[in-house]
């Protein structure tokens, strides 16, 4: 049998994988992707847990979290096209029409 | 070896490369191709743990309807070339890979501090809670009101991606 600490170990290295992503890339997709990768790990986490206490509410947060996620991607890559008709660019360092 | 640890190591493997391949592939279409090879392996996963639902709507919803969505808006904004987003190794990029990987051993450290050998095997009724029945029953007995709180997160996001979306508002 696998341990959970394995599937902990799996996860956290996804979540810092999407951290490196959403910190050294420029492109808004992309860094958009790499929250989705993260979402994912965490997934991954509730889940082990899930199934290493034997508690399916793991599993329900996870349903709503893949709920949220889907209005997330949507609301998320409109705002994108709305950025790129007004500024015809997705690199994130040109975006800073909020900075102080 | 198991064949169950052989089909943990061969998934998790595949998770690890295809997210490392993800954050470095220049062309967005390749990131997003390597996305989806990732989350097939956590589907993988999370049959390994006894999640077929799970299991199953990760591929429908997110490898099927999300990563299309993505796919859809990078062919709609013609990105031409990608040279303008080109990304030289610089020091922040290096502080940044420092963080994360302090991030990471923290987060190892909180995992080894807790002393994680606790929980070597899978509960007993780890089989009998990811089946289809199982979060049905959960859904629309003790979770209804969550449940039915996630149509109106639905709504509105359908609403906010049309309205922002959308070229002229009158």
Known sequence: MIPLHYYLALSAALFTIGVIGVLTRRNAIIVFMCIELMLNSVNLTLIAF??????PAG?????????????????????????????????????????? | MTPESVFFYLLSALALVSAVLMITRRSPIVSILYLIVNFFSLA?????????????????????????LFLFVVMLLR?????????????????????????????????????????????ANAVTIGTV?????????????????????????????????KRHIE
């Open chain 1, 50 to 55: 899930s199934a290493y206490l034997g508690n």
């Open chain 1, 59 to 100: 599993q329900m947060l996870v349903f709503f979290v893949m709920t949220v996620a889907a209005a997330e991607a949507a609301v998320g890559l409109a705002i994108i096209i709305a950025l790129y008709r007004n500024k015809q660019t997705v690199n994130i360092d040109e975006i800073n029409i909020l900075k102080w």
């Open chain 2, 44 to 68: 993988g996963l999370y049959l390994t743990l006894h999640a077929q639902f799970i299991a199953v709507i990760q591929i429908i919803v997110y490898a099927g309807a999300i990563m299309v």
């Open chain 2, 79 to 123: 990105l031409g070339d990608e040279s303008q987003l080109a990304e030289p190794l610089s020091y922040r990029k290096l502080i940044a890979v420092g963080l994360a990987v302090a991030l990471f051993l923290e987060i190892g450290y909180i995992l080894g501090f807790r002393g994680s050998d606790r929980y070597i095997a899978q509960a």
């Open chain 2, 133 to 165: 029945e199982s979060i049905g029953t959960e859904m629309f007995t003790r979770y209804l009101l969550p449940f039915e709180v996630t149509s109106i997160i639905l709504l509105a996001a359908i609403v906010g991606a049309v309205v922002l979306a």
